[in-house]
């Protein structure tokens, strides 16, 4: 068979096969009268294995190494050619989100374009600080890549950068709760914290909503997230995670403030009044008692004004001092009040 025939029975080129002749990997065995290439049948079947080995990723190298050497292991080189293939399927993999996550933001032309991919590009800097700046350096204008932020806030260590990628989700308009609601689920402590922190981030009823559903967490941290962002928000719901944490003593500042904020606006001061009381009655150890007492501070109304005053006299010096002090400064705020109205 000459070499024209071979090449549109087989799909290969001419070319191809002058070069798979000059490798001495396919050679054809005869030649015509007039010195053209004739190809016989085992010729033609050697070339079929050298195809089929090079659909496997062999090189024409490897391909003529395992048709002549008869020592030839394949183990080692098919190995290194799975492992080759998973690099590449990858790299293939990750482009393909990168191309997602740009047809996601829906640019409008190609500056936009051009945007998002310097974004994506700096987001995988070993940098923190690149990170940061490219975050917070991203035009208002210009499309976000949501998706890829997200996936960013749920692994980034570097609080700077945290806080860049939280505040760019802020002004997505709760576009990336969805993903952000995915992070909630998950079995790592550190990506429930990152989202619980990314949604308190996101002002609307979704993210409230999801807040929500994250107040039963396991991890404290998480819980008390929640519940200051939920509290500040003016929801009853966060309530009782608020005065665990001033029990506790896990930003127990930050909670009783919450709480007195709470207080205020919803018709619950006395319950937490009482809440607090029968906390203060139960606990045995002197900072777990000043703490109570200093969140009642914070409380608004008659209530918590009597509980401090019976605390005044306390049979704890450091409590009854610190309750009589905030009693004492309540009463030269009204005083002052007073005067000037």
Known sequence: ML?????????????????????????????????????STDDIRRLFHVESLRILGLSLNDAKRALDEADFAPTELVGDLIRHTRQRIAAEEELLAKLERVDAAAPAEWDDVLRIVTLLRALESESAARRQQAVLAHDEGAPLPVEALVAAALSEDDPNVAGALRWSLARAAGRGLADLAAGLGSGEVDVRRRA????????????????????DDSDATVRGRVALALGSRGSADAMPVLLEMVVAGHNDVEAAEVLGLLAEVSPGADDVVGVLQDKLDTADDSPTRLRITQALA??????????????????????????????STEDRGRRQRRRSR
């Open 298 to 327: 914070e409380i608004p109304g008659t209530a918590a004004r009597e509980a401090l005053a019976r605390l005044a006299i306390d049979g704890d010096p450091t409590i009854a001092a610190t309750a009589a002090a905030i009693v």
């Open 3 to 39: 070499i024209g025939e071979v090449s549109r029975r087989s799909g290969v080129s001419t070319r191809m096969l002058r070069h798979y002749d000059s490798l001495g990997l396919v050679q054809p065995t005869g030649r015509t009268s007039g010195g053209y290439r004739e190809y």
């Open 196 to 215: 619980t922190a990314a949604i308190a981030a996101v002002h609307t009823a979704e993210a409230t909503a999801l807040l929500r559903r994250a107040l």
